[in-house]
């Protein structure tokens, strides 16, 4: 069983495109991490929500709580966004990884 | 500031050999985590520590110690390499404090090891 699932596995789309990641949880959480990991295989941190909704440039993440669900939203999107995207939840110490969703936006 | 340092960034050992990765912050962060990331599978924890001298175990602990004898080091140890052990370790550190412990992890740029 998998504590974190996102959806979609894999995105292509068009250079400027409104694209739209999944996630949602089974366990409770204290806060729902979303992070980037480069093709070269570095992972950076994007967001931490507990609640409601957060933006940083064209990145939107939203949480809702009572469903067990958050989303990813990039707007305009650019080649440079391809990455893949990995929803993580943190309950008590312990932390739980979606396994990802690889993004390729095409120019 | 360095962030998280881990070392080596690449390594082929043979079954049955020993081996430490080496994992160095320089934030004072208090936590500490290593996570291994297989293909098609999300990251797994395997063992995390919340300050000097404390650790504990996360999901997939098997095979592996640690030791936390300092806030900036947090050393991943295999004993007896085995084939299921090939696989990217991460990892990653983060502050928690007056308030809660809702900070972001940074990580590290992983070590890549294969087991032959």
């Known amino acids: 069983k998998n504590e974190v699932e996102q959806s979609p596995q894999n995105l292509t789309a068009q250079e400027g495109e409104f694209i739209t990641i999944n996630c949602s949880y089974s366990v409770g959480i204290s806060a729902l991490h979303w992070l980037q990991q480069h093709p070269g295989g570095g992972i950076v941190s994007l967001f931490m929500?507990?609640?409601g909704k957060k933006k940083h440039g064209r990145l939107i993440a939203t949480i809702n709580i009572q469903e067990k669900h958050s989303s990813l939203h990039i707007t305009a999107s650019h080649p440079r966004d391809s990455a893949v995207y990995i929803c993580a939840v943190r309950t008590g110490n312990q932390f739980y990884f979606g396994t990802g969703t690889s993004l390729t936006v095409i120019p | 500031n360095a962030g998280v340092t881990q070392t080596p960034k690449f390594r082929i050992l043979k079954i049955g050999q020993s081996m430490t990765l080496q994992c160095a912050q320089d934030m004072n962060h208090n936590y500490m985590y290593w996570y291994r990331q297989d293909p098609g599978m999300g990251l797994k924890l395997i063992y995390y520590?919340?300050?000097?001298?404390i650790t504990d175990k996360g999901e997939v602990p098997n095979g592996y110690n640690v030791s936390r004898s300092t806030t900036e080091d947090f050393p991943l140890r295999l004993e007896l390499a085995a084939p299921s052990q090939t696989s990217v370790y991460f990892c990653?550190?983060?502050?928690?404090?007056w308030g809660g412990g809702n900070q972001p992890q940074h990580f590290g740029d992983g070590t890549r090891l294969s087991i032959l």
């Open positions: 929500l507990s609640s």
């Open positions: 520590s919340v300050g000097a001298g």
């Open positions: 990653a550190s983060r502050m928690t404090g």
